[in-house]
């Protein structure tokens, strides 16, 4: 099984400022990978599939890098909605797996 | 407008089975592959199973926690996929999300997940 491990746990940013998301593989998974945002009491949201495309409707400032085992969310200007959890997950091999989550939390 | 309702969650016994539906409406639903994700309370999110499209052959996996214990089906006559929970445990208490497959259009593409239905396992 493919252990993504995301860093870090907790994220505390103030809006308008820039946050950073890691996410690590423990072995390849190509470009097969999604950056989800959720918010409680609703399902994760689709930002980022296939390690750099925007889903449908999401806003420029979220963007993903990296590929193999090391990737990025940025958040280029955090709005107040953007606070939230978010997960990477993979589909390279079953059975698809998510990272532990990390808090963006405001400061 | 697309949309995925789940029913069939609530309160059981261990060792008891319930069974999941999720109902699609606002696409062709026996194009996509569909699957069950959950998450149990204050935790992460779990990929349970998925069925493919049957022009992909209708493939079937399960996560090691359910296999043996779980089913997933679809009846793409009446755009319903269902997970079959039997000998159920208490780890197996979260919250049940049905998931359609990436849908692209104009270069973008798109997932949809239903509300959530909550499955709690106690005596």
């Known amino acids: 099984e493919i252990v993504l491990t995301q860093s870090p746990d907790t994220l505390s940013l103030s809006p308008g400022e820039r946050a950073t998301l890691s996410c690590r593989a423990s072995e390849s998974v190509s470009s097969y990978l999604a950056w989800y945002q959720q918010k409680p009491g609703q399902a994760p949201r689709l930002l980022i599939y296939?390690?750099?495309n925007r889903a449908t409707g999401i806003p420029a400032r979220f963007s993903g890098s990296g590929s193999g085992t090391d990737f990025t969310l940025t958040i280029s200007s955090l709005e107040p909605e953007d606070f939230a959890v978010y997960y990477c997950?993979?589909?390279?091999?079953?059975?698809?797996?998510f990272g532990q989550g990390t808090n963006l939390e405001i400061k | 407008e697309v949309q995925l309702v789940e029913s069939g969650g609530g309160l059981v016994q261990p060792g008891r089975s319930l069974r999941l539906s999720c109902t699609a409406s606002g696409f062709t639903f026996g194009y996509y592959d569909m699957s069950w994700v959950r998450q149990a309370p204050g935790k992460g999110l779990e990929w349970v199973s998925f069925?493919?499209?049957?022009?992909?052959?209708?493939?079937?996996e399960y996560a090691a926690s359910v296999k043996g214990r779980f089913t997933i089906s679809r009846d793409d006559s009446k755009s319903i996929a269902y997970l079959q929970m039997n000998r159920l445990q208490t780890e197996d208490t979260a919250v049940y999300y049905c998931?359609?497959?990436?849908?692209?259009?104009?270069?973008?593409?798109?997932?949809?997940w239903g509300q959530g239905t909550l499955v709690t396992v106690s005596s």
């Open positions: 069925i493919k499209s049957k022009a992909y052959g209708g493939t079937i």
């Open positions: 997950q993979q589909r390279s091999n079953w059975p698809y797996t």
């Open positions: 296939d390690a750099s």
């Open positions: 998931r359609r497959d990436l849908g692209c259009s104009g270069g973008s593409c798109q997932d949809f």
